[in-house]
T-cell receptor, first 115, second 111 residues
Framework: EAQVTQNPRYLITVTGKKLTVTCSQN?????MSWYRQDPGLGLRQIYY???????DKGDVPEGYKVSRKEKRNFPLILESPSPNQTSLYFC??????????????FGQGTRLTVV | SQQGEEDPQALSIQEGENATMNCSYK?????LQWYRQNSGRGLVHLIL?????REKHSGRLRVTLDTSKKSSSLLITASRAADTASYFC???????????FGQGTTLQVKP
């Protein structure tokens, strides 16, 4: 089954304690991205990757890091989480192309609370 | 940056009625997509319409695109309680994979 898998689904952590949210896709997609979703602000892109070893900042990258060592995995790293990073996070993947468009597949989300 | 603006922000209808949601955007696009999100869950792709298309159908969904007005609409016909969800439009301007999402319309369908 084609899917994007995020872990964990729920996480409560304390300010400053480094954490990693994993994301894996089984569709051989080139493009992967992370979004955060906050009430009234919709989905905002944090970081994206167009292929292995190619990552770039999205619209709200401050306080986050990513890596893309393998095509299937795209972890999101919060080196020193702060309460303003409390949010619902989504990983997404797609295979861009003129003929295929860019339908994105989303993970089920990670609800992060930083206290 | 948020390109899409959706209207209305919230919509409540009775089962069997039609629901129409609108999306406006600012820059030229390659395609526009609609997604559905059940409460707190991941987004699910519904339909994609390319910039050279004006209308597209998928089951009870009908999407229109007016590039001259930079707007799109999603019509759900004969709505069901199970259609209760948030609906987002997303625009692709670069064919690189980057999507810019609107803030969504929350639809409630009452049984």
């Amino acid at each position: 089954e084609a899917q994007v898998t995020q872990n964990p689904r729920y996480l409560i952590t304390v300010t400053g304690k480094k954490l990693t949210v994993t994301c894996s896709q089984n569709m051989n997609h080139e493009y992967m991205s992370w979004y955060r979703q906050d009430p009234g602000l919709g989905l905002r892109q944090i970081y994206y990757s167009m292929n292995v070893e190619v990552t770039d900042k999205g619209d709200v990258p401050e306080g986050y890091k990513v890596s893309r060592k393998e095509k299937r995995n795209f972890p999101l790293i919060l080196e020193s989480p702060s309460p303003n990073q409390t949010s619902l996070y989504f990983c997404a993947s797609s295979s861009p192309g003129v003929s295929r468009g860019t339908e994105a597949f989303f993970g089920q989300g990670t609800r992060l609370t930083v206290v | 940056s948020q390109q899409g603006e959706e209207d209305p922000q919230a919509l409540s209808i009775q089962e069997g009625e039609n629901a129409t949601m609108n999306c406006s955007y600012k820059t030229s696009i390659n395609n526009l997509q609609w997604y559905r999100q059940n409460s707190g869950r991941g987004l699910v792709h519904l339909i994609l319409i390319r910039s050279n298309e004006r209308e597209k159908h998928s089951g009870r969904l009908r999407v229109t695109l007016d590039t001259s007005k930079k707007s799109s609409s999603l019509l759900i016909t004969a709505s069901r309680a199970a259609d209760t969800a948030s609906y987002f439009c997303a625009t692709d301007s670069s064919n690189t994979g980057k999507l810019i999402f609107g803030q969504g319309t929350t639809l409630q369908v009452k049984p």
